[in-house]
Nanobody
């Protein structure tokens, strides 16, 4: 059972930056692909970015490509989401999720473990 804890959310002005962290309890965290999803009020949960077990493969939603960067430090059992040039439409609760295997799917139902989420609010 992998436990995930997100942190780093907060209130930021449009154009600003935040770095989210997803810390895992599992020592074998390197066996899991990890993704970030977000959910805005009244909307479905949507895919943001994913990273493979080794960090060699990355996947981004078109809406964040060029602004967000996902990375991981397996020695620290942590995945990061660096968010730059934030827009009001990035406002949401951000969740990290993990799954075993080599694939990097973008569907929430394909991930087995979830954190509790961290709120990001971007003011205009």
């Amino acid at each position: 059972q992998v436990q995930l804890v997100e942190s780093g959310g907060g209130l930021v002005q449009a154009g600003g930056s935040l770095r989210l962290s997803c810390a895992a309890s599992e020592r074998t965290f390197s066996r899991y692909a990890v993704a970030w999803f977000r959910q805005a009020p009244g909307k479905e949960r949507e895919f943001v970015a994913a990273i493979s077990r080794s960090g060699g493969n990355l996947l981004y939603a078109d809406s964040v490509k060029g602004r967000f960067t996902i990375s991981r430090d397996n020695a620290k059992n942590t995945v990061y989401l660096q968010m730059n040039s934030l827009k009001p439409e990035d406002t949401a609760v951000y969740y990290c999720a993990a799954r075993g295997g080599l694939e990097l799917p973008s569907l929430p139902d394909t991930y087995d473990y979830w954190g509790q989420g961290t709120r990001v609010t971007v003011s205009s």
